[in-house]
C-alpha cells in the first residue's frame, strides 16, 4: 500500500479562458477562485508540504501562489 507522501496535488491554472477570460483571477466574492483553491490546499495538512505543486505560466497566477505554501512550477 502507498504512504500518503508518495502522493501529490499538482494544479493547473491559466487565465486564457475562452468563455470567462481571467477567470482564476476575477473578483469573487471579495477574493478570487485562485485564492480559495490555495488557501484550502495550503492548509490541508493531509499531504506534505512539497507535494503541493501548482503548474501557471502567467506572472499574475505565479505571484498569488508565492502567497501560499506551495510548490511553483513553471
Not at 480559495?36 to 498569488?64: A, D, G, H, R
Amino acid at each position: 500500500m502507498k504512504s500518503i507522501d508518495d502522493v501529490c496535488i499538482i494544479t493547473q491554472a491559466r487565465l486564457g479562458s475562452q468563455r470567462v477570460p481571467n477567470k482564476m483571477l476575477r473578483d469573487f466574492a471579495g477574493t478570487t477562485l485562485m485564492d480559495i483553491y490555495l488557501k484550502k490546499i495550503s492548509n490541508s495538512s493531509l499531504f506534505p508540504i512539497e507535494n503541493k505543486i501548482v503548474s501557471v505560466w502567467e506572472p499574475e497566477l505565479k505571484k498569488v501562489s508565492q502567497k501560499y505554501n506551495v510548490t511553483t512550477f513553471n
